[in-house]
DNA sequence: ATGGCTTCATAGTGAAGA
């Protein structure tokens, strides 16, 4: 089984990308992040001509998230209970026995800033939905863009960006957290390149210069880790006309 | 460089992203 999370930055220019990405990949399930589209809007019917169903929660201009599967997805949840949010940032469904959580997690924008204590109340509350999910499904997938490179290694210049927000030490100790309910960062799982991101600013020319971050994650739960056989960051659509400023992370379970 | 691109909402520029 092959999940993967990809932020697209609109579903509208991205769809392309996403059909051409599915013909290519295969994969059994496909996390979708600012989709920045309204329901009505959601392309249904292109998706599924390319062999793919939705269970999707979105709002007009900003953030919006979806969930695409090969099979049915059931027990479709929307946003963390007892977290009243206007902001379309999770979505959950159980596919294949196991529980899939898309996130998009808010930016933060500054440290201390108001959407920085947004950010964090909203990570703290995720943590508590969490672990109660958990109860009620130990096979747990949670994928998406988080909006924080965990490490100084997921960094392009640690010291440029010390202290700044998506690497800040409260954002951190939050994606810690998360782990130590029970997860592990399947990328981490296995050996991998140095200097590996899943995010390059459209400015600067970063992607030629690979100065990224590695912002979007795939957190697997400890009883789902012994299934992963693999993880990857796929940066060949960040090379296409008009790209996502982010790049699909993909892993491998066996089923 | 409180910038640089890109998208969206708008019909001029401004907000937001990361």
Redesign the pocket.
């Known amino acids: 089984m092959r999940i993967a999370t990809w932020?697209v930055?609109?579903l509208?220019?991205r769809l392309p990308h996403v059909l051409d990405w599915l013909a290519a990949h295969q994969p059994d399930v496909l996390c979708l992040?600012?989709t920045?589209?309204e329901d009505a809007q959601f392309p249904l019917d292109a998706l599924r001509q390319a062999g793919y169903q939705a269970a999707f929660s979105g709002q007009?201009?900003?953030n919006g998230v979806a969930i695409l599967s090969k099979v049915a997805a059931t027990e479709i949840t929307y946003g963390l209970r007892g977290f009243p949010d206007e902001q379309k940032r999770l979505i959950a469904a159980t596919i294949s026995n196991i529980r899939t959580v898309c996130v998009?997690v808010?930016?933060g924008?500054?440290v201390g800033s108001g959407?920085y204590l947004y950010k964090l109340s909203w990570l703290a509350a995720l943590h508590e939905w969490l672990k109660e999910e958990l109860d009620h499904h130990p096979k747990l997938a949670l994928l998406g863009?988080f909006?924080i490179a965990p490490e100084d290694r997921d960094v392009y210049d640690p010291k440029a960006w010390a202290g700044n927000?998506?690497v800040s030490e409260q954002e951190r100790a939050a994606f810690r957290t998360l782990e130590q309910l029970g997860f592990c960062d399947s990328f981490r799982l296995f050996e991998q390149p140095e200097k590996s991101y899943s995010?390059w600013?459209?400015?600067?020319m970063a992607f030629r210069r690979n100065m990224g971050?590695r912002?979007d994650h795939i957190l697997l739960s400890n009883t789902l880790v012994p299934a992963c056989t693999g993880s990857t960051i796929d940066r060949a659509p960040r090379k296409l006309e008009?790209p996502s400023?982010?790049a699909p992370v993909v892993a491998e379970l066996t089923s």
């Open positions: 932020n930055n609109s509208n220019v992040q600012e920045k589209l007009k201009a900003y998009y808010p930016n924008q500054s959407k863009d909006n927000v998506l995010w600013d459209y400015r600067m971050l912002i008009r400023d982010h």
